[in-house]
């Protein structure tokens, strides 16, 4: 009896709760929209630095052109094609501005909002990129074959062939010429360098040319195009948005007039025995007014539908897809679930193009009118070669890009020119040696070749933490499998701190460089860093499913909290289902206050209500009863404010728009709760 009269007293005081939680449930959340309004106002911050971007590049006048403006960018590529005398040298000088075009491009793409975003325009931002990607290539190949003409006058004294290196911060190339034809110099190395070739008898004796073209950028993989469901979603946001400003323009114009006839009529009323210039005066003022409030309430109608407009982009960061994107063959590399790492190895045989002869003081030479040919290895016939094994494969080492993380031995692919894909086919005998950051293996026939490593290696995620370091600036820390990783964030930037692998201090060229959000996180994955899941990503990793509503409705509120509050991982997040996420929370002001308060609060949220638990995390079972003495809330914000200082709640609310935004930005790319 005692046991039933608990639960029943239990289960009014539940019903209570509840009941008053309802009951203020409007008010909390229009105070949650108040606060929200941050999200917007970021949002116009950054169309007015993509505005002024394009005015600094316009009184800037360097000479580059503005790659989003079409006929700009089509007279930069018409005029370089012109230009067919350059050597290699002045090809990778020139390749500076072209990859600066092409990445302006990529994070137009990237940044602008899918909203913001016509499919004209990306048609023509994806064709510019696609154009200056061939071009550059193509100029690459014509200046080696300018270098391959003077082969015989750059020629090395002990050897008889020519081999030159030229370095920079994109691109090295290596070029060898054979021109000896020593059926004995078989193995072909660059001086200096790591890199080798053992090439068959059949190359060793033919007038051919080997080089090597290491991109440390990957412009052989496609282009991903938008995908269906996100260009239907930015046509209907935008359009939606369109229309509702240009109603709401058409009311305000209309209440405008209304009220106008409305004061003007009461003006002449009371105002009768005034003269005519007070009179003309007094409705001047009262018109200006009017105007001033319509001006109010469209920019209230523009900030509401432009809240919801990045409420939907941002849901699209967590969005899973309901299948693979497509089917790949047999030995074909899926790229959702493999990424390309250290650029691409281009490995050509040219055949040598006749060579200058000096005549009379003048240097005489044939151009070939076809251009540069590629010597074909092995060939498509094969009958008129008597050994069997005439054309075995061939070894080729290569030296791996210093600042890629590889946490296991990377796979090799080679490009399928005709099939538009990587394929790891075609190849044998791969040799990693971590320690020399060399790669060796045997290649069938010459091509493009890459370096790939799994694009989930470290997901899911063992645990997380996010702490406040100052005002408007907090650490982000993400520990997998192989790593730990530390990211710092302030207002609309973000650094990477430390990097740790095998608990061991990593450096990195990215350490202490300040980014935006989308270009640090690009960074980070061509650096084999990659902790940002995709929306084919749950196919390939066991995620803790969370409902995308109630998952982004919490990252938005932790954003909000996180300048006074430290937030992570918790065990039971895993237990609560699908529709509920839990956190551990603790206030946090100093640095000190960190090592001396070790005790971290529990916090459940479904989306639309938030409680404290009343289990921690060294519990032995998972149990949703609710912490003694505590209320249900709404919001989070709401549920915090019950128990957190004054200094708390005012260093939350001066927290800056841009910050919020910033790592609302960066937990909705790790998507931390669903990926732990």
């Known amino acids: 009896m005692e046991r039933l009269e608990r639960q029943r007293v239990e289960r009014e005081k539940w019903h209570q709760l509840e009941a008053k939680d309802l009951e203020r449930r409007n008010e909390e959340l229009e105070e949650l929209y108040l606060l929200e309004e941050c999200f917007p ?21 360097d000479g580059s052109p503005d790659p989003s403006v079409s006929p700009e960018i089509n007279t930069f590529i018409s005029l370089w094609k012109e230009e067919t005398n350059e050597t290699l040298e002045e090809v990778i000088a020139k390749s500076k501005l072209v990859l600066n075009l092409i990445e302006k491009l990529r994070l137009l793409l990237l940044q602008t909002p899918s909203y913001d975003l016509e499919d004209k325009a990306i048609i023509q931002y994806q064709g510019s990129i696609l154009e200056l990607q061939e071009l550059l290539h193509l100029k690459f190949n014509v200046a080696t074959e300018r270098l391959l003409r003077q082969a015989s006058t750059l020629a090395d004294l002990d050897s008889g062939n020519m081999e030159k290196v030229i370095q920079d911060e994109n691109v090295t190339v290596y070029v060898w010429a054979n021109l000896k034809k020593n059926p004995r110099y078989r193995s072909v190395r660059f001086s200096e360098t790591q890199i080798r070739f ?15 073209l290491h991109t440390h950028y990957d412009h052989a993989t496609p282009l991903r195009p938008v995908s269906a469901s996100l260009q239907g979603h930015t046509a209907t946001v935008t359009h939606f948005v369109k229309d509702e400003v240009q109603k709401g323009e058409a009311e305000i114009s209309k209440e405008l007039q209304e009220e106008y006839k409305q004061q003007e009529c009461e003006s002449v009323s009371v105002y009768e025995e005034e003269t005519k210039v007070e009179e003309q005066g007094d409705t001047e003022v009262q018109m200006s007014f009017v105007q001033e409030e319509s001006e109010a309430t469209k920019c209230e109608l523009e900030m509401k539908l432009l809240s919801e407009a990045v409420f939907a982009a941002q849901l699209l960061l967590i969005e899973n897809a309901n299948e693979k994107p497509c089917f790949c063959e047999d030995n074909e590399v899926d790229l959702c679930q493999f990424t390309t790492l250290g650029g691409v190895y281009h490995l050509d045989i040219f055949e040598l193009p006749p060579q200058c002869k000096p005549m009379k003081g003048w240097m005489i030479v044939e151009i070939l009118k076809e251009g540069l040919q590629k010597y074909i290895y092995p060939p498509e016939s094969t009958e008129d070669f008597e050994t069997e094994n005439a054309f075995p494969p061939i070894e080729v080492t290569l030296e791996v890009q210093e600042n890629v993380i590889f946490f296991e031995d990377p796979m090799v692919a080679r490009w399928d020119a005709e099939g538009k894909h990587w394929q790891t086919d075609g190849i044998s005998n791969v040799l990693y040696q971590s320690e020399e950051r060399l790669i060796t293996f045997s290649l069938e026939t010459f091509g493009p070749v890459t370096l790939i490593q799994d694009t989930h290696i470290n997901m899911p995620f063992q645990s997380w933490e996010l702490r406040p370091l100052d005002v408007n600036k907090v650490l982000l820390t993400v520990t997998t499998v192989f790593t730990e990783i530390q990211i710092q964030i302030k207002e609309n930037l973000c650094m ?56 982004i409705k919490a990252y938005r509120q932790l954003a909000l909290l996180t300048s006074a509050f430290a937030f992570g991982w918790s065990k039971w997040n895993v237990e609560c289902g699908s529709k509920k996420v839990i956190v551990k929370l603790r206030e946090h002001l100093t640095e000190e206050e960190l090592v001396q308060d070790p005790n971290w609060t529990l916090l459940m949220f479904s989306g639309d209500r938030a409680q404290r638990l009343k289990i921690n995390e060294n519990s032995e079972t998972f149990s949703e009863a609710l912490k003694e003495e505590t209320e249900f809330h709404s919001t989070l914000y709401h549920l915090v404010k019950d128990f957190a200082s004054k200094e708390a709640m005012e260093k939350i609310r001066s927290s800056k728009c841009q910050f919020i935004d910033s790592v609302c930005y960066m937990l909705l790319s790790t998507r931390l709760l669903s990926y732990s």
């Not at 106002?41 to 006048?61: F, G, M, P, V």
């Not at 090439?199 to 090597?212: D, Q």
Request: charged share 25%; glycine share 4%; hydrophobic share 40%.
């Open 198 to 212: 053992e090439i068959p008898r059949i190359l060793a004796t033919s007038g051919i040319a080997i080089r090597l």
């Open 41 to 61: 106002e970021a949002e116009k911050l950054k169309q007015d630095t993509r505005l002024l971007s394009q005015w600094n590049h316009y009184i800037q006048c």
């Open 496 to 551: 990477l701190a430390s990097v740790k692998v095998d608990n061991k201090k990593h450096s990195s060229t990215l350490e202490g460089r300040w980014m935006t959000p989308i270009s640090f996180i690009l960074a980070l994955k061509e650096t084999g860093l990659n902790i940002f899941p995709t929306g084919h990503s749950h196919f390939y990793v066991v995620i803790n499913r969370k409902e995308p509503l109630v998952e």
